[in-house]
């Protein structure tokens, strides 16, 4: 067991197991709750990224615990230790090859003016050893700065880890990407958000050396940046609007070369939640959550299970003809070398809302507008309810993410919380009959 750490907002400090093993009452799936404490502010990190330490043992999740900082919990044990300390913003980057953790922290000058963004390096194998042997010592031992990144390059806190894990990506900022050439024309505000207008890019840093340098500018917002964890140098990200983009998934190398989207959708495609599952597919969500109209004039209508959860502006007319399932929609994966798209399912009644896969090829999975969580086998298009009564009341939606050896999936959850809004981090265990087929 962990030795108590007296510091209590020292990197380190261990929290009590809140750990729960519970049966979902209409599935009978497995469910184990690594947080259960209502009001807690937990979160997973976001779906397009790896969650688990590389020996697999430690989850890695956003928390208000201590206000600002990451936290990681065993799933065996449900320790929970805080793995930051003086705060992070954006994305959290777990590698798969090592035990480190990448982040990033805003720098600012005495009259709180900012200055740049650094990039640090946390070595969770250090760190969670050293908590279990009662031989914690100060953040200097487990963190490093990797650079600092000039402020009027990086204003967001996005960022992607390459395959390599030799640098990291990030957004550049919207000023700075104007200086560069852009090969399109610098694209408006698209649909009832008014969101998405250009320019946009992405810029990496040299983890060894901090040079932070522009990969390639483009005419959109940028928004959710990925590195392909088995193709090092390879950069995916979206155009971003809050809702249908004009062409959402693109594609580069790391030297800004290759620059091309990745499904070419039409504008009857509402193309969302993007990610990399292996090393040539991409997981979509091509949703139809919009009534089809009987003709031009008649009134948007639509049963409550097409819209129960979604804001008012998903709705609306001014994404253009897109997202109803008068075309083909549901869970789909393309191939990012050959371009081929296979439609993999479509909940009964709902729509796939944010997806995910197992990099070996056998599932895809995602969430619905109700909060259910679904598998489908892409091996024989079965359909399978995993997990249902995650309330829709929930501060975020599912959020689905495999675990690299497609085995579990975690997800977050308002499940167990008192005030229907609060989430816990919770892993759903494949049913042992599921897990037997990967070995046929």
Partial sequence: MFCAVPL???????????RKVITDPKTGVELVFLTSKSGTGDSKIYQTHNQWTSDGRWVVFRSDRVPGEAMAVNEETGDIVQVTEGGYTGMLCVA?????????????????KRTGMTVVEVDLGRLLADVEAGTLKKKQAYERVCGVIPADMCSEGDMALDGSEEFVYFRLDKEYARTMPIAEPIAPDFGPRHMGAGPGGIGKMDLATGKAEPVVAVHFKVGHIQGNPWHPGEVIFCWETGGKAPQRTWMCNADGTGLKPI?????HDWVTHEAVISADELVIAIIGHRPIKASPDASAGGGKASIEGLESFAMSDDWGPSGTKEYATGIAVVNMRTRELTLEGQVPGDNFWHVAGSQDGRWVA????ARELWLIDRHTGE???LTAGHKTTARDHVHPTFKPDGTEIEIQSAMLSDDGRSMNICIVRLPKKLIEKIKE
């Fill in 366 to 369: 995602g969430d619905d507008f």
């Fill in 383 to 385: 359909r399978i309810l």
């Fill in 263 to 267: 499904y070419r959708e039409t504008a």
């Fill in 8 to 18: 209590l907002a020292q990197m380190g400090r261990r929290f009590p197991s809140e």
């Fill in 96 to 112: 798969r090859k090592s035990m480190n953790l990448y982040h990033m922290r805003s720098v600012t000058d005495s009259d709180g």
